[in-house]
């Protein structure tokens, strides 16, 4: 299994523009995590989805952010309009009742 | 008060040495714990599980103490290539069970 894939690796981007995340969770898994990583704050669940199902989104910071699973191997992560502050490493993590499995991570610089 | 606090550090030790890092957690509701480990510019992976009775894997030694609501990790004959950020990770019991909080790491520099 190549484990948890998450792309782009790196974005750049200018504020006020839309940014797009994608993860493709490990096959069978049935949960899905959106982690958000900042020396302050550490690691923070922003989402939490169940069978493709968005059952927590209390960590989603404003309207801004958005995210969505319409299958079970893909979810995407939506910012628009990006800010500075938005930026950030972006975690995708898959689960299947125990541990979790991180991808590798999107690093975003809003500039 | 953040839902589990560790020690930033650094600690930069020598290889060899033995180093530990603690850990509090403030949510009595707290069932399972765990230590991650996050290298440098990657993902954070799973160590090892932590319990009551306290476990062991290889040079690594992690303890929990429910009543004092603290959990430590051991590590003996530090190598170089233990240099990672250690992260404390809780478990809620029950309808939160599948989130995992996380402390913000120690940071464990190994010198040669």
């Known amino acids: 299994d190549a484990g948890v894939i998450q792309s782009p690796r790196h974005e750049v981007t200018e504020m006020g523009q839309e940014v797009t995340l994608r993860c493709k969770p490990i096959s069978g898994h049935n949960s899905l995590f959106w982690y958000r990583q900042t020396m302050m704050r550490g690691l923070e669940l922003l989402i939490y989805?169940?069978?493709?199902?968005?059952?927590?989104d209390s960590g989603m910071p404003e309207d801004r952010f958005s995210a969505k699973m319409p299958n079970a191997s893909f979810s995407t992560l939506k910012i628009q309009p990006s800010e500075p502050r938005d930026s950030a490493v972006y975690f995708c993590?898959?689960?299947?009742?125990?541990?979790?499995?991180f991808g590798s991570g999107t690093r975003l610089t809003v500039v | 008060r953040k839902e589990v606090e560790q020690d930033p550090g650094p600690f930069n030790v020598p290889e060899g040495a033995t180093v530990a890092f603690n850990c509090t957690y403030s949510?009595?509701?707290?069932?399972?714990f765990f230590w991650y480990r996050q290298d440098c510019r990657k993902e954070p992976k799973l160590l090892m599980s932590?319990?009551?009775s306290g476990n062991e894997d290889g040079r690594f030694t992690a303890q929990l103490n429910r009543a004092s609501q603290y959990i430590s990790l051991l590590i003996r004959d530090s190598k170089l290539s233990d240099s990672a950020t250690y992260l404390c990770v809780r478990r809620n019991s029950g309808a939160g069970s599948y989130q995992l909080t996380f402390g913000k790491g120690t940071k464990l520099s190994v010198i040669p």
């Open positions: 932590v319990y009551s």
């Open positions: 949510n009595s509701a707290s069932q399972s």
């Open positions: 989805f169940n069978n493709n199902v968005p059952i927590d």
């Open positions: 993590a898959s689960s299947l009742g125990g541990g979790y499995t």
